[in-house]
């Protein structure tokens, strides 16, 4: 059993600031890498950070500079620091990790989603 719960979200003004969180449990290992989604009303769920297994950070374009992730592995938590919140950022933010499990010996790797968490910028 696997769980991915986003939480941190709210409605804040542009230029402000929020921090997300997703915290995996369950039985499955976790393997140490996560991606972070925005998804807005008719448009696709879209990348806009992750975090490799190695430990590395990367962001797209659009939050370069204002977005930050944080990985805690010890409580198996990764962190999403935004600032300089603009009104485009509005949506719903999802994590996205992978965990391993062992089928028939073989350990196999199995992407999990959480609830998504919701996010307003606007006055």
């Known amino acids: 059993q696997v769980q991915l719960v986003e939480s941190g979200g709210g409605l804040v003004q542009p230029g402000g600031s929020l921090r997300l969180s997703c915290v995996a449990s369950?039985?499955?290992?976790?393997?140490?890498?996560m991606k972070w989604f925005h998804e807005v009303p008719g448009k696709e769920r879209e990348l806009i950070a992750w975090v490799t297994a190695g430990g590395r950070k990367n962001y797209m374009p659009s939050v370069q500079g204002r977005f930050t992730i944080i990985p805690d592995n010890a409580k198996n938590t990764v962190y999403l620091q935004m600032n300089g919140l603009k009104p485009e950022d509005t949506g719903v933010y999802y994590c996205?990790?992978?965990?391993?499990?062992?089928?028939?010996?073989?350990?196999?790797?199995?992407?999990?989603w959480g609830q998504g968490t919701q996010v307003t910028v606007s006055f």
């Open positions: 996205n990790a992978p965990f391993l499990t062992v089928i028939d010996g073989v350990a196999k790797e199995f992407d999990y």
């Open positions: 369950g039985t499955s290992f976790r393997i140490n890498a």
